[in-house]
């Protein structure tokens, strides 16, 4: 080690507080960079794990191909391992409830197919022969047909055509009447496990998967390959050369799939992927970081600098070249990354560790409700070495700034020490106001302020950056909460879930509620029906508002004429048991509103429509708390088939529009007039209510429909052919919701009772909202936990900064001394200082928050009913800490100031 570096080594030695202080802030920023890089990687491994367990991890895919195309395919070189799927065909599954979906598609796969498919089992085993099937459990769920392990299917397999043309596989939709099966085979298998829906089998697949083994038959079978490639980049030139060879053939079948998810997770894609996303997000990160960082770092080198000047300017004038002097300031960048660096690692390590073992859980729950899978810290050394790199080129950035000031100054100018202060009269003249308020000292201490503009800026700018950063985080979590709770106000129910009376199988909703009553998790359970219908209210009887937004929007809904205005309404008829106990709740009139000879309505008319100065606009439809008017509503019986899709046009006439699609082919419309398609019903009055909704009432104040409500008995009042027995809600209260959908799931699967079509209506609403709460957690956590951090690095700073410039300034506090300034005059100009400091941060940062904070709101407005705010008690907590930080910083580096000599401090050279 050369004289200079040992003389620099000494150095640091002697001022160990800023030595200390600075590798703290190297250790913060290196921490966060390990932390970032660790995260980005963790999430990307996160996500290539989670496809994988759903989809398999197979590159690529070749459907339809002969035995010995697939043994040519997999023999290529290119191929690092593959699979064959058989496409054994399809069978009729009798009895389906899915009418777009009538077939069991039989698949024959080898014993390594799991290794490149997941096939997942809910109970049995795989099977070992080619007698013996794996079917789906959606089977059930969707197709209302129930197997057990154990049971002997006699199918009729065969391949699906229109015509002379074949139809492919599960990728082509089920065309109806159109198609057929042909060239079939029974085949006697028997059930021996019951799998998971699996990943190939889309919404819109005409069958339902099942697997056998052992490839039962050669002869009129097309094969599928599912193959990893040794160089993934290459996969879609790889599956031209084949398609291009073999379509020539005539195969009508053969298509091919590239798993593009796993290869985009695994940053394998040539495409735009979520890892860029990731990276970018990581990246802003770090430049955030490397901006706080280099504001801390870059101030302690330039006040090492600051504080070296004499020594650089002795060391100049005995002959020290310009090159050792930078290099003396980078060996001391050097040397406090060897000791930072290490331990920065680790920390940011186990930082990330620990705050994912506690989130981890939370944030797969609200990714997926299908995986088991946890977000785990993924190590990597690639990761690793970028946060290294990055935190090293911070540190040295840092120290070459003031390095170059350094080399560049004379060594003359340097051992005066003349370019630290300049004094021009107009800078450094104080008011006559903080001479009265704080008297001689704050005079003085406003003046070293001036005079000291460089020393003293970093730290105002580093307090303001915290302000900024705190501030923006906590506003961005207000808007999220102020968001969801929108949602959550009038939300009554737990679980909710419909069924057909088909599905109901003749029971009753009555029976229904009876027996579900008793199963686990649920406190309360009611059933509801609704019915949409539309309101002739008189213009007077509708505010202004609202009349405003339906003449520019559906100036049909109002006839001039008559003044009579068209309002959609949705009436929900509630379980009477239910809606007596929310009356007598709500203390109203039982007899009143449970008459079924003259129904009076619960109206809820409260609507949130697009505004024209915000993005939504809370208001009402009604100008009164009752209306008088004529309820219709569409008839089935009068409009027969016309009926499902059925809509009323116009005011003046309240004729219906419907039409009947047939399968998307063709549309035949028809119009009918009020008589030919409507039926009215007599309400006797109503009244409008602010209260909660009662259980199974939906929220209605998105789709600016009239919430009515009624008991449901008064559904034996409704005219002929508008009774909505077509489907009936069920809401259900329960404190343990997972519980109790599991309970719903389990008995609708396994009922001979009920159909189990219904399990797949079942919603957890509970459980999305806490999945909504979740991420919101999350993002406090990370919002404030990065926060915290770039905080720390910013009271780091501040500290820094402080204490450095007070042990600058001895000989001066001496000097001041020693003509007879007391202690409280030195306590005078010190706290004037530190106000100094405090209110010229916050008067930086709070101004910039608010901009940023109002640039928030404005590009969450559009997708967002927010409105303005300011977090006031996070303005508050800045405004605290920020005068705590500085107090503290100043108390703690004047201890040492107060006990020194006055005759020492003016003998020493500050060398």
């Given at each position: 080690?050369?004289?200079?570096?040992?003389?620099?080594?000494?150095?640091?030695?002697?001022?160990?507080?800023?030595?200390?202080?600075?590798?703290?802030?190297?250790?913060?920023?290196?921490?966060?960079?390990?932390?970032?890089?660790?995260?980005?990687?963790?999430?990307?491994?996160?996500?290539?794990?989670?496809?994988?367990?759903?989809?398999?991890?197979?590159?690529?895919?070749?459907?339809?191909?002969?035995?010995?195309?697939?043994?040519?395919?997999?023999?290529?070189?290119?191929?690092?391992?593959?699979?064959?799927?058989?496409?054994?065909?399809?069978?009729?599954?009798?009895?389906?409830?899915?009418?777009?979906?009538?077939?069991?598609?039989?698949?024959?796969?080898?014993?390594?197919?799991?290794?490149?498919?997941?096939?997942?089992?809910?109970?049995?085993?795989?099977?070992?022969?080619?007698?013996?099937?794996?079917?789906?459990?959606?089977?059930?769920?969707?197709?209302?047909?129930?197997?057990?392990?154990?049971?002997?299917l006699n199918l009729e397999v065969g391949k699906r055509m229109a015509g002379e043309a074949a139809l492919g596989g599960q990728s082509v939709e089920y065309s109806g009447d159109t198609e057929e099966l042909s060239d079939t085979t029974q085949i006697t298998y028997k059930v021996v496990g019951i799998c998971e829906r699996t990943y190939m089998e889309g919404f819109s697949a005409p069958g339902y998967t099942v697997f056998t083994t052992g490839m039962p038959q050669e002869e009129n079978v097309s094969y599928d390959v599912f193959f990893q490639m040794k160089d993934p980049l290459k996969i879609?030139?790889?599956?031209?050369?084949?398609?291009?060879?073999?379509?020539?053939?005539?195969?009508?079948?053969?298509?091919?799939?590239?798993?593009?998810?796993?290869?985009?997770?695994?940053?394998?894609?040539?495409?735009?992927?979520?890892?860029?996303?990731?990276?970018?997000?990581?990246?802003?990160?770090?430049?955030?970081?490397?901006?706080?960082?280099?504001?801390?770092?870059?101030?302690?080198?330039?006040?090492?600098?600051?504080?070296?000047?004499?020594?650089?300017?002795?060391?100049?004038?005995?002959?020290?070249?310009?090159?050792?002097?930078?290099?003396?300031?980078?060996?001391?960048?050097?040397?406090?990354?060897?000791?930072?660096?290490?331990?920065?690692?680790?920390?940011?390590?186990?930082?990330?560790?620990?705050?994912?073992?506690?989130?981890?859980?939370?944030?797969?729950?609200?990714?997926?409700?299908?995986?088991?899978?946890?977000?785990?810290?993924?190590?990597?050394?690639?990761?690793?070495?970028?946060?290294?790199?990055?935190?090293?080129?911070?540190?040295?950035?840092?120290?070459?700034?003031?390095?170059?000031?350094?080399?560049?100054?004379?060594?003359?100018?340097?051992?005066?020490?003349?370019?630290?202060?300049?004094?021009?009269?107009?800078?450094?003249?104080?008011?006559?106001?903080?001479?009265?308020?704080?008297?001689?000292?704050?005079?003085?201490?406003?003046?070293?302020?001036?005079?000291?503009?460089?020393?003293?800026?970093?730290?105002?700018?580093?307090?303001?950056?915290?302000?900024?950063?705190?501030?923006?985080?906590?506003?961005?979590?207000?808007?999220?909460?102020?968001?969801?709770?929108?949602?959550?106000?009038?939300?009554?129910?737990?679980?909710?879930?419909?069924?057909?009376?088909?599905?109901?199988?003749?029971?009753?909703?009555?029976?229904?509620?009876?027996?579900?009553?008793?199963?686990?998790?649920?406190?309360?359970?009611?059933?509801?029906?609704?019915?949409?219908?539309?309101?002739?209210?008189?213009?007077?009887?509708?505010?202004?508002?609202?009349?405003?937004?339906?003449?520019?929007?559906?100036?049909?809904?109002?006839?001039?004429?008559?003044?009579?205005?068209?309002?959609?309404?949705?009436?929900?008829?509630?379980?009477?048991?239910?809606?007596?106990?929310?009356?007598?709740?709500e203390h109203l009139d039982t007899a009143r509103f449970l008459n079924t000879d003259k129904l009076c309505p619960l109206v809820w008319d409260t609507v949130i429509m697009p505004g024209e100065t915000a993005n939504f606009e809370t208001g009402k439809i009604l100008t009164d708390d009752h209306f008088d008017g004529e309820l219709y509503f569409i008839n089935d019986k009068k409009l027969g088939e016309y009926a499902e899709n059925g809509m009323v046009t116009d005011a003046a006439t309240m004729q219906v529009d419907s039409f009947i699609d047939d399968e998307g082919d063709t549309t035949e419309t028809k119009t009918f007039s009020r008589e030919e398609g409507l039926s009215e019903l007599k309400l006797a009055g109503s009244q409008t209510y602010k209260g909660e909704l009662p259980l199974g009432v939906s929220d209605m104040r998105y789709t600016t429909l009239l919430n009515l409500v009624l008991p449901y008995s008064?559904?034996?009042?409704?005219?002929?052919?508008?009774?909505?027995?077509?489907?009936?809600?069920?809401?259900?209260?329960?404190?343990?919701?997972?519980?109790?959908?599991?309970?719903?799931?389990?008995?609708?699967?396994?009922?001979?009772?009920?159909?189990?079509?219904?399990?797949?209506?079942?919603?957890?609403?509970?459980?999305?909202?806490?999945?909504?709460?979740?991420?919101?957690?999350?993002?406090?956590?990370?919002?404030?936990?990065?926060?915290?951090?770039?905080?720390?690095?910013?009271?780091?700073?501040?500290?820094?900064?402080?204490?450095?410039?007070?042990?600058?300034?001895?000989?001066?506090?001496?000097?001041?001394?020693?003509?007879?300034?007391?202690?409280?005059?030195?306590?005078?100009?010190?706290?004037?200082?530190?106000?100094?400091?405090?209110?010229?941060?916050?008067?930086?940062?709070?101004?910039?928050?608010?901009?940023?904070?109002?640039?928030?709101?404005?590009?969450?407005?559009?997708?967002?009913?927010?409105?303005?705010?300011?977090?006031?008690?996070?303005?508050?907590?800045?405004?605290?800490?920020?005068?705590?930080?500085?107090?503290?910083?100043?108390?703690?580096?004047?201890?040492?100031?107060?006990?020194?000599?006055?005759?020492?401090?003016?003998?020493?050279?500050?060398?």
């Open positions: 080690m050369n004289i200079i570096n040992r003389f620099t080594m000494q150095t640091l030695k002697q001022n160990k507080i800023r030595t200390l202080v600075t590798i703290i802030g190297i250790i913060l920023s290196t921490a966060m960079f390990t932390g970032v890089t660790s995260l980005v990687y963790s999430f990307q491994q996160y996500l290539v794990d989670l496809e994988t367990e759903t989809a398999g991890v197979w590159e690529g895919r070749m459907n339809g191909i002969t035995k010995e195309q697939a043994e040519i395919l997999c023999a290529d070189k290119e191929i690092a391992g593959s699979t064959i799927m058989q496409n054994v065909g399809y069978a009729k599954l009798k009895e389906s409830l899915n009418k777009d979906k009538p077939y069991l598609c039989v698949e024959s796969i080898q014993k390594d197919f799991v290794k490149f498919s997941p096939v997942t089992l809910v109970t049995g085993r795989m099977p070992k022969n080619s007698n013996e099937l794996v079917i789906s459990e959606h089977i059930a769920d969707n197709g209302g047909v129930s197997y057990q392990v154990g049971d002997v879609n030139s790889f599956l031209k050369k084949y398609t291009d060879k073999w379509s020539k053939t005539g195969q009508e079948e053969l298509t091919t799939d590239v798993h593009n998810d796993l290869l985009r997770f695994q940053g394998k894609s040539s495409e735009a992927s979520y890892v860029s996303v990731l990276r970018g997000m990581g990246s802003i990160l770090i430049l955030i970081i490397m901006i706080a960082s280099v504001s801390l770092i870059y101030n302690a080198f330039s006040i090492s600098v600051g504080e070296r000047t004499k020594q650089f300017g002795l060391l100049k004038s005995i002959g020290a070249t310009k090159k050792q002097i930078r290099k003396s300031v980078l060996f001391e960048a050097g040397t406090l990354c060897v000791i930072g660096i290490p331990v920065d690692v680790l920390g940011g390590l186990l930082g990330i560790g620990i705050t994912l073992h506690f989130v981890g859980k939370l944030l797969a729950d609200m990714l997926t409700e299908r995986s088991s899978l946890q977000l785990e810290l993924s190590v990597s050394w690639t990761a690793i070495a970028i946060a290294v790199v990055v935190a090293v080129i911070t540190v040295f950035v840092s120290a070459l700034i003031p390095a170059r000031r350094a080399v560049k100054m004379p060594a003359m100018q340097a051992l005066r020490q003349s370019n630290e202060i300049k004094i021009r009269k107009k800078n450094v003249r104080s008011s006559k106001l903080i001479y009265r308020l704080f008297g001689f000292e704050g005079m003085l201490a406003n003046k070293n302020f001036k005079r000291n503009r460089r020393k003293h800026r970093m730290t105002v700018i580093s307090l303001a950056v915290s302000v900024v950063l705190f501030l923006s985080a906590s506003c961005f979590s207000n808007y999220m909460t102020k968001s969801i709770a929108l949602f959550e106000d009038d939300e009554v129910s737990d679980i909710t879930f419909n069924a057909t009376a088909e599905e109901l199988n003749g029971n009753t909703p009555d029976a229904t509620k009876k027996v579900l009553a008793k199963k686990k998790g649920i406190d309360t359970i009611g059933y509801s029906t609704r019915l949409n219908g539309v309101l002739l209210l008189d213009k007077n009887q509708v505010s202004e508002s609202y009349f405003k937004k339906l003449k520019e929007n559906m100036p049909e809904c109002y006839d001039k004429a008559t003044g009579n205005v068209m309002i959609d309404t949705c009436v929900t008829f509630v379980e009477d048991d239910i809606y007596k106990n929310y009356l007598e709740k008064a559904t034996e009042k409704l005219p002929e052919g508008v009774r909505s027995d077509k489907l009936t809600d069920f809401a259900v209260k329960a404190s343990d919701h997972n519980t109790a959908a599991d309970e719903l799931t389990e008995f609708f699967q396994h009922s001979s009772q009920y159909k189990a079509t219904i399990t797949s209506s079942i919603f957890d609403i509970r459980a999305s909202m806490d999945a909504t709460h979740t991420a919101i957690l999350i993002t406090n956590i990370f919002s404030y936990g990065f926060i915290t951090l770039i905080t720390l690095i910013v009271v780091a700073n501040v500290f820094n900064t402080i204490s450095t410039n007070v042990q600058l300034r001895r000989k001066e506090f001496a000097m001041l001394k020693s003509v007879g300034m007391t202690k409280k005059g030195f306590n005078r100009m010190m706290n004037y200082e530190c106000l100094l400091y405090g209110v010229k941060g916050l008067l930086l940062g709070l101004p910039v928050s608010l901009v940023v904070c109002f640039l928030m709101y404005k590009s969450l407005q559009d997708a967002w009913n927010v409105s303005f705010l300011v977090p006031w008690m996070s303005v508050l907590i800045v405004i605290v800490s920020v005068f705590v930080i500085v107090f503290a910083s100043m108390l703690y580096s004047m201890q040492k100031i107060k006990k020194e000599n006055p005759i020492e401090a003016l003998r020493d050279d500050n060398l």
